[in-house]
């Protein structure tokens, strides 16, 4: 019977003990829940639970919390960032570090509220390295088909965006290649298009960008198209779960076709749209109009449509759709070229 009671005082001094070494936070209803405070960016506070999960409550409804590591609390109105157990005294939040006198930020006046790793996130953020800050992922499609037909086709894609605080740079490529052996000629599809593209903000809407496009299409005869272009953009919907940007501005153009080639200059006019679904599936869009300043009433568009879902952290499903149509191609060679790809996405981050 003593070595029974001796036991649960044991497992009771324990689970106490790690009750204290949590986190805790008491909201003005009076609930508490204990855990790790991960971020707040002074209008929300995310809290990592043993049985909730991680969840997501209103900073205004905090009365109470308590922090048993150092935390990293930056004020709005002064700018500065403060590092140290975190508690709340009345309507002020105060950050008491392991050497020195505490500091006292207003809870209103908190502009983030971050844990070690959530700092260590955004310190790379502000400044990243040339390899760092990288999210993307590359989709291989491959079809075959043999007896009445003999055909092969694979389509290739990949991209790659970097943002940083207030600056982006992307990357994609595409291409699809695609036999028929029993007709002639016998490649029906060879074409290949890829692009670079850097934005910087001035402000929370307003940014400046400028790219390089280059498209090579076998059956329309065009060796290469170079597109290098400049201008303004506005951030009409800016969130982490949507994105809606309107671009205007210039560029240059040259192509070279296999019986000529040709220079042209022309605007640069276009929007990017980007949503998160649910069930981890993101929806890309972007439509670009290229109208001709060297030959009044000729034009290029570029249309893309992108959908990709995630089986789990590295693979997920991807379909991508491309229209591409100029008023102007070589003598017998169609305006549109149209592309369309699905198959397995390897996602990566950097």
Do not use: C
Request: proline content about 3%; glycine content about 8%; hydrophobic content about 35%.
């Amino acid at each position: 019977m003593e070595r029974v009671v001796r036991y649960l005082s044991l497992s009771f001094l324990l689970l106490t003990s790690l009750t204290l070494l949590a986190d805790q936070v008491t909201l003005t209803n009076g609930d508490r829940l204990t855990g790790e405070i991960v971020k707040s960016d002074g209008k929300t506070i995310t809290v990592k639970t043993e049985f909730a999960g991680t969840v997501e409550i209103q900073w205004s409804a905090v009365r109470d919390l308590r922090s048993e590591k150092p935390e990293f609390v930056q004020s709005k109105s002064t700018k500065q960032t403060y590092s140290g157990t975190v508690s709340v005294e009345g309507d002020n939040v105060v950050v008491k570090p392991e050497n020195g006198s505490s500091a006292m930020v207003a809870k209103s006046d908190v502009a983030a509220l971050r844990s070690p790793a959530e700092q260590s996130s955004f310190e790379k953020l502000q400044h990243p390295g040339l390899l760092e800050g990288w999210n993307g992922g590359a989709n291989v499609g491959f079809a075959l088909a043999a007896g009445n037909s003999e055909t092969r086709s694979l389509s290739l894609a990949f991209n790659a965006v970097r943002t940083g605080l207030h600056d982006k740079l992307a990357l994609s490529e595409s291409s699809l290649y695609s036999t028929n052996g029993l007709s002639t000629p016998s490649t029906t599809a060879n074409l290949i298009q890829g692009g670079a593209r850097y934005d910087h903000d001035f402000d929370g809407f307003l940014f400046v960008f400028g790219g390089a496009d280059f498209m090579s299409d076998a059956l329309q005869a065009l060796n290469l198209r170079s597109v290098f272009s400049g201008g303004l953009g506005y951030h009409i919907i800016k969130s982490d779960a949507t994105m809606l940007d309107f671009l205007t501005g210039v560029n240059y153009t040259r192509e070279n076709y296999v019986p000529f080639s040709r220079n042209t200059a022309g605007l640069t006019l276009g929007e990017d749209f980007m949503h998160k679904m649910k069930h981890s599936t993101v929806l890309t869009e972007d439509f670009t109009f290229y109208p001709d300043l060297s030959d009044t009433g000729e034009y290029r568009t570029n249309f893309d449509f992108a959908t990709t879902t995630k089986m789990n952290k590295w693979f997920g499903w991807q379909n991508t759709f491309s229209d591409i149509y100029v008023t102007n191609p070589p003598l017998g060679a169609k305006k549109n070229d149209v592309l369309f790809s699905t198959g397995l996405n390897v996602s990566f981050t950097h």
